[in-house]
């Protein structure tokens, strides 16, 4: 019979095996995959930051910094989908879309 697993709990974490990480992430983030260090998977947390009911927007001096520079904020700017460091380096602002930590 079929495991049955809560609907929230990622298939990843329960198997412990290297998964894919979506494709719209991997491609503004420049992951591939997700690793496991010291048996901790090594991105915690992904956060959600504009949504629907309240955009987010970020001029390109305020655009935040996740964890000191540790972590990674997905930006969408003019220019198209971008990490915090290269929307700082193009000098663009933009909608803040999520914290990858």
Do not use: W
């Not at 949504?51 to 520079?69: E, K």
Request: aromatic share 4%.
């Amino acid at each position: 019979m079929h495991k049955k697993t809560h609907p929230k709990t990622p298939k990843v974490l329960a198997s412990r095996q290297p998964a894919l990480v979506p494709p719209s992430l991997s491609e503004a983030a420049g992951i591939r995959y997700l690793h496991f260090g010291a048996g901790r998977p090594v991105i915690e947390r992904i956060e959600r930051v504009s949504r629907p009911g309240l955009r987010v927007y970020r001029g390109r001096n305020a655009i935040p910094q996740v964890q000191n520079g540790l972590g990674v904020a997905i930006v969408t700017t003019p220019r198209g989908v971008m990490t915090d460091r290269k929307a700082r380096a193009a000098g663009v602002g933009g909608e803040v879309l999520c914290y990858v930590a």
